[in-house]
């Protein structure tokens, strides 16, 4: 239980970042290009989480109005916790 409760604490932890990220003047700012570095770069700084890094890298494959979908039934069915993230669902990448 306690490898779970850490586990959607790393998503949970992952979902603030993406929250920080595009809240932020830079994020608003940028090009779309620029965007997506900002998200990928701020994401994956300080996540110790192997399988966390590993699920984001995956969805990347996805088509982008998928990616919020797969990653959010992925991470329920990982950790058998209900996980939502408003920002990652509102981000629309190219």
Same mark, same amino acid.
């Not at 959607?8 to 920080?20: D, G, Q, V």
């Given at each position: 239980?306690?490898? $779970?409760?850490?586990?959607?604490?790393?998503? /949970?932890?992952?979902?603030?970042?993406?929250?920080? %990220?595009?809240?932020?003047?830079?994020? /608003?700012?940028?090009?779309? $290009?620029?965007? /997506?570095?900002?998200?990928?770069?701020? !994401? &994956?700084?300080?996540?110790?989480?192997?399988?966390? #890094?590993?699920? &984001? /890298?995956?969805? %990347?494959?996805?088509? =982008?109005?998928?990616?919020?979908?797969? !990653?959010?039934?992925? #991470?329920?069915?990982? %950790?058998?916790?209900?996980?939502?993230? =408003?920002?990652?669902?509102?981000?629309?990448?190219?």
């Amino acid at each position: 239980m306690a490898d $779970e409760s850490s586990l959607i604490s790393a998503y /949970r932890a992952a979902c603030e970042r993406i929250e920080t %990220t595009v809240a932020s003047d830079s994020y /608003r700012n940028a090009s779309g $290009e620029e965007k /997506r570095e900002q998200l990928h770069n701020n !994401l &994956f700084k300080g996540i110790q989480r192997a399988e966390v #890094v590993d699920a &984001f /890298r995956t969805i %990347t494959a996805a088509a =982008p109005s998928e990616r919020y979908a797969i !990653l959010k039934e992925g #991470v329920e069915e990982e %950790t058998g916790h209900q996980w939502e993230c =408003p920002a990652l669902k509102e981000v629309k990448e190219n």
